[in-house]
Each structure stands twice: as C-alpha cells, then as structure tokens.
C-alpha cells in the first residue's frame, strides 16, 4: 500500500454509517475528480480514487465535514471537527468550490421548492427528465449535461431562485463568485488537481493566463497519521483561444493580442460623437456595437446583452463609451422623466463576478456626463434592473466615491460638463472625446500605455478649460485598478 492510500476496512466502516441522502451527497461532491465514474456508488467511486491515489484521511476527513457528520470524524478518523476547517482554511482541500456551493444550496431547499424548480426548467430543458421525487443536485447534473449549468455559468439557477424569491440563496451565488474573483486575482485558484486541470468546463474559474501551478499539501492529523493531499502534479491552465502568439507577452503587461482586441460598446444618447468614435476603436482592432439614442430599458437590455456574450471569452479587453445627459452618479438616455441609470450598475455588468469571460482582462470605461442641474431635474422613479435582484433608488445621494468599488482590472474615465453646453451648441461633439479619438488614431500616440494617453487627455482638456467660460469648463476624472501596464497597440 503507498503513502496515498486510505485502507479499505476503513471506507467500508464510514459507508456502512452513511444514508443514502448522505452518499448521494459524497457521489456529487467527487464528481469531478472521477468524471468516468459519473454512475458509480459511493463504495466504487471511493475505492476507485484510492486506487488512483487521490483520496486520503484528509480527502475523507473533507468529505464527512461536508455532510456534517462529524461523530465520524471524531470516532473514525480520530480528529475534531476544529482541525478540518482549519486544514480547509489553508486551501487543503480536494472538492471544488462549485460542488460546495450546490450542496449547502440543497441544504436549505424545501421539498416544494425543488419542485418548482423542475416546473420553471420545463421552459429551458424541455427534454430533461422531470420525475418528482427529484433532489435539487440530481437536478444539477441534469443541467450540467445539458450545458446550461456550470461552475462559471449560473445564470439560470440564479433566475430560477428569483422566480420562487430566494434571494438569500442569489446572495449565496454571488459571494462564490467574488470569491472565485479574489482567488484568481492572486493567481491561486481555491482548488487544483489534474483532472480538474484537463477538463475546463469543471474548474471554477479559468484564469486567462496562468500556468505550471502545482498543488502539494501534507499535513498531521491528531492521531500523528501523514494527510497528504494528492499530488496535481504541473497544471496548465487553458489559454484564450484567440489566435497564434505573434509577440512576447510580458509578465508586467496585459495581454493584447486577440483579434479582434475585444468589443467596444458605444450608447451614444446625445448623438454627435458616435461616428467618429466608432471610426477610432474599429481602427484599433475593437468589434464595435454602436447604439444611438437609446431610453433606460432599452440601455439596460443592451448591457445586459453584451455582457453575455460569448466572444469576451476570445478577446482581450472590452471597452464602454457612453454619452448621455445625467447627474454625477447616473445617466438619464432619452428618457423625458428623469430616472436614471446608476453608473454604479453599468460597471457591474461587466466586472469578472456578473461576467467571468472577462476575468483578469482589462475593461475600460469612457462616459461623458452632461450635468442636468438638480433643480431642473424631474421626479425620479424606481429602475427595476436585470442582473441586480434589488430596486435601485436612483435619486439617491450617492457620493461620487462609491461608483467605483476596488475591482480589479477597471480603468474608468468619467468627463462631467453642465448641460448647458450641449444645449446652447446642440451639434457640437464632446471636447474631452474629441481629444480622445484624436490621440488614438495619432500612429505615435497610440502606442503609449492607457495611462499616458490618458494624461495627455488631460492636458488637453485643462488647456481647453483656461480658454473658455468657467460653465462650459470640463471636469476631467480617472480612477483606475489595473494591475499591469495597458497598452492599445503594438510597441
């Protein structure tokens, strides 16, 4: 027997004292360390990662924790229930994030409440077998054949638990996800082992860039036995498929080399800068939507729509430029009665937590905001918005501060001027994206980094600012999280 192996009298001892809810439990949460196993018991699926080396006292230890049967932990495996959260605190831990999650959903729903689950499903998975009986993880699996649920596609369980106002199990949802956000931004994935490695639909998160990870723990049980964490052995993580690699990619600098780079999404609701800025991004390589004049529900829609795509996952960087009248923490479209889109939630749409497409990859932001003063602003009404399970007030006194929360990988250019300006010249082009499309479509200007051209922007605008009347005068605002050096084009 190698190091590895747990002793079969001792798997026999812990099957023999678990029900039946309790090994359906154990099956899905090793799902994904022996997909070729998908149909096995619990006694052949145990046997059979033992066989191959990847189960262990700690694994098992792991295992009995999750199913909350710590009288065996303590009788069997002669540790405390302390020592395992403790061992799962330092990352030793051999199930993924994602089947945790299922299980402790499934822990908190009623048996009425599955059911109408499998009614609501009845609209996406026509096919699917609907039986009655059916427990919320046999309803996971189903749906993870069908391709409509994974660990970074949960769109629709989280629909589904809006239905039946289980907001509470949303929450749940997101705080996975802003952890797996946190994981991958330190490079360390929660969890990582081989088998998870070559099969990308199943790992948590696929962090665009990393490589060559190795997962080896060991540790001590109380009883003095090793609990060693079976080896994963070098992991490389899938890289984007976006092409052959024509230059070096620098450890300190964003990969941009997709073709096309990413997609530049423009919402121009006042009408004069559009054109010239799609000229500008589909020059520099950008897939370009462009949208003119858009109200509140329709901008919503269209947000909502782009950050689902599936072609973030190919590209490189993603880029929004909205033009719109607004106050400093909203946007107002075309709507006659002021609502207002809180700015707050257009960059949630595209943060790695709401789309994780664009995990690690930077996103930028360009808005022009035409300042409608308070006193002309008409009463506001309550914006239901899709993707955030909550009314958003959006005539709240929101200090500038919180429409940029530290989520990484955000560049966020906001150019505030009064309404004034737009209505005394009604065809006049915004000077702060005038300025902007001038330095990148400038062949030397191009290939300084972000925050170099952004200075430049900046010193164009405060120069235009000395030449004109103080209520014409452009208020310039960057607040950034880029972890490396961006560059647009080629150096």
């Known amino acids: 027997m190698t190091r590895c192996e747990v002793p079969a009298s001792l798997i026999h001892q812990i099957e023999q004292e678990l029900d039946k809810e309790e090994e359906e439990i154990m099956v899905f949460l090793c799902r994904d360390l ?26 098992l230890s792991e295992l009995l924790y999750r199913v909350k049967r710590f009288d065996l932990l303590r009788r069997i495996l002669k540790t405390e229930k302390a020592t395992v959260e403790a061992n799962l605190a330092r990352c030793f831990r ?11 959903i499934n822990e908190n729903l009623e048996k009425e409440e599955v059911g109408s689950l ?25 749906l993870e054949k069908l391709n409509l649920v994974a660990p970074n596609q949960l769109d629709l369980i989280e629909d589904c638990f809006r239905n039946i106002h289980r907001i509470d199990l949303i929450r749940k949802i997101q705080n996975y996800k802003h952890e797996a956000l946190l994981s991958s931004l330190h490079s360390q994935p929660v969890y990582v082992n081989a088998l998870q490695a070559s099969l990308p639909n199943l790992s948590l998160i696929d962090p665009p860039y990393n490589s060559g990870i190795q997962n080896m723990n060991t540790g001590k049980s109380e009883n003095g036995e090793s609990l060693i964490l079976a080896a994963a052995g070098p992991v490389h993580m899938s890289i984007q498929e976006s092409g052959a ?27 004069n800068d559009a054109d010239v800025l799609e000229e500008t991004f589909r020059g520099l390589g950008y897939d370009v939507h462009c949208h003119r004049y858009l109200n509140m529900n329709t901008m919503n829609q269209t947000l909502l729509e782009v950050a689902r795509l599936q072609k973030h996952r190919s590209c490189d960087s993603f880029v929004c430029i ?17 609502s207002g889109f809180p700015l707050e939630q257009i960059k949630k749409y595209f943060t790695a937590d709401s789309c994780p ?3 690690g990859k930077p996103k930028l932001f360009f808005i022009q905001s035409y300042i409608v003063p308070e006193n002309e602003q008409e009463c506001t009404s309550l914006l239901e918005v899709d993707g955030n399970y909550e009314k958003i007030i959006t005539n709240a006194k929101i200090p500038w501060k919180v429409t940029i929360p530290q989520v990484a990988d955000i560049f966020w250019s906001h150019c505030k001027v009064d309404v004034s ?23 030397h200007k191009r290939k300084l980094s972000i925050l170099d051209i952004h ?17 014409q005068q452009y208020s310039l605002l960057l607040q950034h999280t880029l972890r490396k050096k961006l560059f647009l084009s080629s150096t």
């Open 455 to 471: 200075t430049e922007l900046n010193r164009k605008v405060y120069e235009w600012n000395k030449t004109t009347d103080p209520s």
């Open 94 to 104: 051999i199930i993924p994030a994602y089947r945790v999650l299922m299980v402790e």
């Open 245 to 271: 690699v024509s230059h070096k990619v620098f450890d300190d600098q964003y990969r941009m080399q997709s073709q096309p780079l990413g997609i530049c999404l423009i919402i121009d609701c006042i009408g």
């Open 421 to 443: 300006t737009i209505e005394k010249f009604p065809s006049s082009s915004s000077y702060y994206l005038h300025c902007l499309a001038e330095i990148l479509s400038s062949p």
């Open 357 to 359: 497409e664009l995990l």
């Open 322 to 338: 909205l033009v719109s009248r607004g106050t400093p923490q909203s946007i107002f479209c075309t709507d006659h009665t002021f």
């Open 34 to 59: 022996a997909p070729d196993l998908a149909t096995a018991d619990l006694r052949e699926l145990l046997v059979a990662l033992n066989e191959r080396e990847q189960l262990s006292f700690l694994g």
């Open 118 to 142: 499998v009614f609501l499903l009845r609209d996406y998975a026509p096919r699917m077998k609907m039986a009655k009986d059916k427990s919320f993880l046999a309803l996971v699996i189903d």
